[in-house]
């Protein structure tokens, strides 16, 4: 059974910064695409930004510019680099592969931002 491990949320101001990372428990080398998603109160959970085995990158256009998604496959970690946060930026986080699989949603990671 894969697991899929987020931290680095937290409260932060808005414009300020937070980096996510998600611990996979199994080589993430031949995996092909990850994402990291999210689902703010009230709203459905979204794809944030996606990254291939290669490293091309895709983001909704709300955060375009202002996240970073990347990968490392040596530590089977993926990363979500934010800057400039908005209120709107609140909603907990989640990593997965893309398409997601249900079985492997995790607990996620609150990100809230004040104003």
């Known amino acids: 059974q894969v697991q899929l491990v987020e931290s680095g949320g937290g409260l932060v101001q808005a414009g300020g910064s937070l980096r996510l990372s998600c611990a996979v428990s199994r080589s993430i080398f031949s995996i092909n695409t990850m994402g990291w998603y999210r689902r703010a109160p009230g709203k459905e959970r979204e794809l944030v930004a996606s990254i291939t085995r290669v490293g091309v990158t895709n983001y909704v256009d709300s955060v375009k510019g202002r996240f970073t998604i990347s990968r490392d496959n040596a530590k089977n970690t993926v990363y979500l680099q934010m800057n400039s946060l908005k209120p709107e930026d609140t909603a907990v986080y989640y990593c997965?592969?893309?398409?997601?699989?249900?079985?492997?949603w995790g607990q996620g990671t609150q990100v809230t931002v004040s104003s």
């Open positions: 997965n592969y893309y398409p997601s699989r249900v079985e492997y």
